[in-house]
């Protein structure tokens, strides 16, 4: 069955831009009709969806974060990538890497498969 | 800009019923939405229980179930148990993105 790894640097530096892979495993990230999402959770505090990425490369993004977000898939490698600059300590949270259900079904809309999620913290 | 409200809080006793709650700030939850909640224990990561409003994610047990209660969507629990303690998050889909709730601290006691 498909799994999913985070992986990336734990600590990053402020105003610097935050790099994460999210590596499928048990299947191919091009088989299928599936967005990929990435979401965060700061300490103690709630999830927020930061946007997805359907295989064909389009995407959509949370209109709070779109400015400072970029989502992207590596088909030949298995694995999608999130990329947000200018961080700061308040983009300090477990990153998680999901699945969205299939395209052609109502599970779309929601999330079937999710990683264990990597803990990123921004600090000087 | 709309929000996903839920209670912060909630509680219940074990072999009992609870109805937890996902509304907008602003407007009514229908079907459209695409309601979806979630289950997440402390350190872990969040586990699908339903989709598109009432279905279950495959092997959630049907003490769970999913519904729109006037103008907002539902997640119940009947017979809950001691593990059903946990945060649940609901999440509405809203043209081309995602919006969780703030989630619901559900305390079994």
């Not at chain 2, 593990?83 to 609901?90: G, P, Q, T």
């Given at each position: 069955?498909?799994q999913?790894?985070e992986s990336?640097?734990?600590?990053?530096k402020p105003?610097?831009?935050?790099?994460?892979t999210?590596t499928?495993s048990?299947?191919?990230?091009?088989?299928?009709?599936?967005?990929?999402s990435?979401?965060?959770?700061?300490?103690?505090?709630?999830?927020e969806?930061?946007?997805?990425?359907?295989?064909?490369?389009?995407?959509?993004?949370?209109?709070?974060l779109?400015?400072?977000v970029?989502?992207?898939?590596?088909?030949?490698?298995?694995?999608f990538?999130?990329k947000?600059?200018?961080v700061?300590?308040a983009?300090?949270?477990?990153?998680?890497?999901?699945?969205?259900?299939?395209?052609?079904d109502?599970s779309?809309?929601a999330?079937?498969?999710?990683?264990?999620?990597?803990?990123?913290?921004?600090?000087? | 800009q709309?929000?996903?409200?839920?209670?912060?809080?909630?509680?219940?006793?074990?072999?009992g019923?609870?109805?937890?709650?996902?509304?907008l700030?602003?407007?009514?939850?229908?079907t459209?939405?695409?309601?979806s909640?979630?289950?997440q224990?402390?350190?872990q990561?969040?586990?699908?229980?339903?989709?598109s409003?009432?279905?279950?994610?495959?092997?959630v047990p049907?003490?769970?179930?999913?519904?729109?209660l006037?103008?907002?969507?539902?997640?119940?629990?009947?017979?809950?148990?001691a593990?059903?303690?946990s945060?649940?998050y609901?999440?509405?889909y809203?043209g081309?993105?995602?919006?969780?709730?703030?989630?619901?601290?559900?305390?079994?006691?």
């Amino acid at each position: 069955q498909v799994q999913l790894q985070e992986s990336g640097p734990g600590l990053v530096k402020p105003s610097q831009t935050l790099s994460l892979t999210c590596t499928v495993s048990g299947g191919s990230i091009s088989s299928g009709s599936y967005y990929w999402s990435w979401i965060r959770q700061p300490a103690g505090k709630g999830l927020e969806w930061i946007g997805r990425i359907y295989t064909s490369g389009s995407t959509n993004y949370n209109p709070s974060l779109k400015s400072r977000v970029t989502i992207s898939v590596d088909t030949s490698k298995n694995q999608f990538s999130l990329k947000l600059s200018s961080v700061t300590a308040a983009d300090t949270a477990v990153y998680y890497c999901a699945r969205n259900g299939d395209y052609y079904d109502s599970s779309a809309y929601a999330f079937d498969i999710w990683g264990q999620g990597t803990m990123v913290t921004v600090s000087s | 800009q709309t929000v996903v409200t839920q209670e912060p809080s909630f509680s219940v006793s074990p072999g009992g019923t609870v109805t937890l709650t996902c509304g907008l700030s602003s407007g009514s939850v229908s079907t459209s939405y695409y309601p979806s909640w979630y289950q997440q224990t402390p350190g872990q990561a969040p586990r699908t229980l339903i989709y598109s409003t009432n279905t279950r994610s495959s092997g959630v047990p049907d003490r769970f179930s999913g519904s729109i209660l006037g103008n907002k969507a539902a997640l119940t629990i009947t017979g809950a148990q001691a593990d059903d303690e946990s945060d649940y998050y609901c999440v509405l889909y809203m043209g081309s993105g995602m919006v969780f709730g703030g989630g619901t601290k559900l305390t079994v006691l």
